[in-house]
């Protein structure tokens, strides 16, 4: 299995803004994953985080919106730009090794 | 592209009853079927999981059993017991990396003392 702390775990920003939400795994791993996940819903794939070159988004997900960065193979950030409260949601990072692990989440809330 | 469904969205079970979570999914290119369990505040956490060669797998009190030839796969939980309570997720996943992984929308399971 696999570690994967998050920071922050929560977070109230104002519209406009922007957070950059880190993502570190406690052991290498190939690939890492953000998801979203609004209130009382399922898990949305925003992106696949690859190391070395630029993130795979899913459709109706946006570079310019979230960028991601992965510098290596244990740490990734998500950054969601500009936000709106419509971004008010729980992100998850995710790893795979042999199986998916997923992070705590950080919660946002954009007022 | 895959479509996972999942059945009830809500379930309550007395304490020490069986639950049963079933799941379908629409691409016969899956191969990888697991389930993750997540409390309030917390990340989903795996917690069985199956692969299409297979056609059931048992952990203690959780089995998932699969029948590909219809497209369907269900978490099985006996002796239930409060702490079960949790929101549960299938998902169907097809290739090596976790492409084309997809989630079902989920269970609410409560387990009533």
């Known amino acids: 299995s696999a570690v994967i702390s998050q920071k922050p775990s929560r977070d109230i920003c104002q519209r406009g803004t922007s957070l950059t939400i880190q993502c570190q795994v406690d052991s290498q791993v190939t690939m890492m994953f953000w998801y979203r996940q609004q209130p009382g819903q399922s898990l949305t794939l925003i992106a696949t985080?690859?190391?070395?070159?630029?993130?795979?988004?899913e459709s109706g997900f946006v570079i310019d919106k979230f960028p991601i960065s992965r510098p290596n193979l244990t740490f990734s950030t998500l950054t969601v730009s500009n936000m709106s409260p419509e971004d008010s949601s729980i992100y998850l990072c995710?790893?795979?090794?042999?199986?998916?692990?997923f992070g705590p989440g950080t919660r946002l809330t954009v007022l | 592209g895959e479509n996972v469904e999942q059945h009830p969205s809500t379930l309550s079970v007395q304490e020490g009853d069986s639950a049963v979570i079933k799941c379908t999914y629409s691409d016969s290119a899956s191969n990888y079927f697991p389930w993750y369990k997540q409390e309030l505040g917390k990340g989903p956490q795996l917690i069985i999981d199956i692969r299409s060669n297979v056609g059931e797998k048992k952990d203690q009190r959780i089995a998932v059993t699969l029948n590909k030839t219809a497209k369907h796969f269900s978490l099985h939980i006996t002796e239930t017991q409060p702490e079960d309570s949790a929101v549960y997720f299938c998902a169907a996943s097809s290739g090596n990396y976790g492409q084309n992984f997809v989630f079902g929308p989920g269970t609410r399971l409560s387990v009533l003392p």
């Open positions: 995710s790893a795979r090794r042999n199986e998916q692990f």
């Open positions: 985080a690859n190391q070395g070159s630029e993130a795979t988004y």
